[in-house]
Nanobody, 117 residues
Framework: VQLQASGGGLAQAGGSLRLSCAVS????????MGWYRQRPGIQRELVAI????????NYADSVKGRFTISRDNAKATVYLQMNDLKPEDTAVYYC???????????WGQGTQVTVSS
């Protein structure tokens, strides 16, 4: 499985960005797709995750009500719609998929999101 993330950039506080992550390769046994972020000096943290079995999603408390994770099976792509952005959302965002019975993790390259106040 390979992941290609896109959509990062610069936004003003209160603005929006949408991240995309295209998944290629062996996609038939994906259990979950998610977005993580790493802020300066802070450990990488889960932002949002969606499980492919039932499309249930979970969010970090800090982004609930502002971010939405979704996926397009036909395009094998997972999205992160980020609204009402805050400066503290500034981070490198990574997409991630969990596959197989062992829960193997695959990471995409990071995409920088910078929110100015």
């Amino acid at each position: 499985v390979q992941l290609q993330a896109s959509g990062g950039g610069l936004a003003q506080a209160g603005g929006s960005l949408r991240l995309s992550c295209a998944v290629s390769g062996n996609t038939f046994n994906i259990n979950a797709m998610g977005w993580y972020r790493q802020r300066p000096g802070i450990q990488r943290e889960l932002v949002a995750i969606i499980r492919t079995g039932d499309d249930r999603s979970n969010y970090a408390d800090s982004v609930k009500g502002r971010f939405t994770i979704s996926r397009d099976n036909a395009k094998a792509t997972v999205y992160l719609q980020m609204n009402d952005l805050k400066p503290e959302d500034t981070a490198v965002y990574y997409c991630n998929v969990e596959t197989g019975s062992w829960g193997d993790q695959t990471w995409g390259q990071g995409t920088q999101v910078t929110v100015s106040s």
